[in-house]
Nanobody, 125 residues
Framework: QVQLVESGGGLVQAGGSLRLSCAGS?????????MGWFRQAPGKEREFVAA????????YYADSVKGRFTISRYSTKNAVYLQIDSLKPEDTAVYYC?????????????????WGQGTQVTVSS
């Protein structure tokens, strides 16, 4: 069993920053899992945001967030973070943490076997 719990969402003005956190736990959770962040805005499909391998040596961002989002992880604490700067109203979405037991860093949501419940980020203009 694997549990992922996100936190850190909230209401913020455009131009502000947030730091999302995801804590992984469970008997079968491994710090070697690839970890990713996805988001889903109202009326839209879930989209990839960023992903990171277990060591942090491989990181992949969606083009739409490059330069503003930073993914990192603290593997010894089974935690992954998403620093979001220069927030825009179009960043408003539910942000999900996901874990992929394979080694390849990917933007394909189908590769991620485990998902958190999500944390709401709302950006006001």
């Amino acid at each position: 069993q694997v549990q992922l719990v996100e936190s850190g969402g909230g209401l913020v003005q455009a131009g502000g920053s947030l730091r999302l956190s995801c804590a992984g736990s469970g008997r079968t959770f491994s710090s070697r899992y690839v970890m990713g962040w996805f988001r889903q805005a109202p009326g839209k499909e879930r989209e990839f945001v960023a992903a990171i391998n277990w060591s942090g040596s491989t990181i992949y961002y969606a083009d739409s967030v490059k330069g503003r989002f930073t993914i990192s992880r603290y593997s010894t604490k089974n935690a992954v973070y998403l620093q979001i700067d220069s927030l825009k109203p179009e960043d408003t979405a539910v942000y999900y943490c996901a874990a992929d037991p394979r080694l390849e860093v990917t933007d394909n949501p189908g590769n991620y076997d485990y998902w958190g419940q999500g944390t709401q980020v709302t950006v006001s203009s």
